[in-house]
């Protein structure tokens, strides 16, 4: 369980030296208790206090890495209960399930289409990371070639899920040096695929019938050698799921160590919608991987956009750089629309410009990240900042026609903007979905 802060003191020299960047040793252990500053911010604790703090200088969640190289992800050390609270800080694995009963050339066809999944959104590219290859078939070989055919097809890392394992061995030789998830299925094979994880030096997924049957059987993985271990507490469906995936993050919070590792979470929906909200349910709440059979583009956006969503930082807002963009091939006579350099504000508003096929100038005014109506709120998006982001792009040469296009949200502004800028102000749709139908039959120069 966690230390508080006063067992941590008894461990400190007490000299109260302040090399840590702290008045006194207790209030370094106050922080090191609530898990913001570590041990070794302390030059002068005594090796037997290092092993006496050791519970409480480890993250409460073990970092996993899957994969190598560019196929790299890293899983775990998360220390909120809620993103509010600071941040989740690595984003989820979503892993796309494969058979290995499918024949090679479905299965090569298939990989591949995994690889592709992976989408632009607000300037972003999110996309799928693992391919997961299930030894449906029972066969150790031909587990180990749809293994190498996956990988290889989907250029994605991988996870490898069998009831033995004797045949993960053969698959996870057949990816040596590429550091797959090993996932075994049966609890009663778990200790012989940790000493298989143990030799190919690659991190085990353990499944337990119940959260107490995964907690006696992580003590043992760890004993074994395997130290990066992911958790799958043998639920299957978004209730008792969400309920299992809630305590396990709620316990390693806690400290309570044998619960301290990422967890993987299974959509097993039939529904192709449903299987969609259940793997991003599991996003959310607190799926370290992910996988689902979800393999078409309309499943895979929103789960892939709920990631995005979820590991971005609350606290600061994504923006685009505050300058003028000209989307398409522009010239004198093309429209200027306005916008926040929220980044969600500017690439709706790119989008819908792109998709009108007409060429545009788009003037983004840094209201620092924030959106069309929260910026006119705070005074950020008003006459005067949105005159003088016109009057740094140069748009008076730019646009000689001088009529400037704003949100319908903010036509309030148009006055105030006429005045300030001595340009014309037409209002524009009030949302940017309405852009493509203004801009071919309302916008004149
Ligand atoms: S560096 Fe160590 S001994 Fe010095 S004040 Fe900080 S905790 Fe105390």
């Given at each position: 369980m966690a230390l508080t802060g006063l067992e941590i003191y008894k461990q400190?020299?007490?000299?109260?030296?302040?090399?840590?960047?702290?008045?006194t040793c207790l209030a370094f252990a106050m922080k090191m208790a609530a898990k913001q500053v570590s041990l070794d911010k302390c030059p002068h604790v005594t090796d037997e206090a290092k092993a006496a703090l050791e519970s409480a200088s480890r993250p409460p969640i073990q970092l996993v890495t899957i994969g190598t190289e560019d196929n790299e992800l890293k899983i775990g050390n998360e220390t909120q209960?809620?993103?509010?609270?600071e941040r989740f800080h690595r984003p989820a694995g979503v892993a796309v399930r494969i058979s290995d009963t499918l024949d090679e050339a479905a299965l090569a066809e298939r990989a591949e289409k995994i690889g592709c999944l992976a989408f632009e959104r607000v300037g972003t590219t999110i996309k799928v990371n693992l391919v997961a290859v299930d030894n449906?078939?029972?066969d150790a070989a031909q587990f180990a070639k749809a293994a190498e055919v996956a990988a290889e097809k989907s250029g994605l890392a991988c996870v490898l899920i069998s009831a033995k394992a004797d045949n993960l061995k053969a698959a996870a030789g057949a990816l040596s040096g590429k550091r797959p998830l090993l996932y075994i299925s049966d609890p009663a094979q778990a200790e012989a695929a940790a000493a298989v994880a143990k030799d190919e030096g690659c991190p085990l997924a353990v499944r337990g019938d119940d959260l107490d049957a995964l907690a006696e059987l992580t003590p043992k993985i760890a004993a074994a050698g395997v130290e990066e271990i992911v958790l799958d507490p043998g639920t299957r469906g978004l209730k008792p799921t969400l309920e299992a995936l809630t305590k396990i993050r709620r316990l390693s919070l806690k400290s309570f160590r044998p619960l301290g590792y990422p967890a993987i979470a299974f959509a097993t929906d039939p529904d192709p919608t449903m299987q969609v909200i259940e793997a991003s349910t599991y996003i959310a709440k607190y799926g370290g991987v992910v996988v689902t059979d979800a393999a078409d583009a309309w499943q895979m956006l929103p789960i892939l956009t709920t990631r995005q969503d979820i590991y971005?930082?609350?606290?600061?807002p994504v923006a685009v750089e505050p300058k003028l963009y000209e989307v398409?091939?522009?010239?004198?006579e093309s429209p200027v629309l306005v916008t926040t350099n929220f980044s969600l504000s500017y690439y709706s508003v790119e989008g819908e410009v792109e998709a009108s096929r007409v060429p545009a100038y788009i003037i983004s005014v840094d209201?620092?990240?924030?959106s069309v109506l929260t910026a006119w709120a705070s005074d950020k998006f008003n006459a005067e900042t949105i005159t003088a982001a016109m009057k740094n792009a140069g748009l008076d040469e730019k646009a000689p026609h001088k009529k400037l296009v704003i949100p319908g949200l903010v036509a309030v502004l148009s006055a105030g903007i006429e005045d300030e800028s001595g340009w014309s102000v037409l209002i524009g749709p009030k949302e940017a979905s309405g852009l493509p139908s203004y801009l071919k039959n309302q916008w004149k120069p």
């Open positions: 400190l020299p007490k000299t109260n030296c302040k090399d840590c960047g702290f008045p209960l809620f993103r509010h609270e449906e078939s029972g971005i930082d609350p606290q600061k398409g091939e522009v010239g004198a209201t620092e990240g924030t």
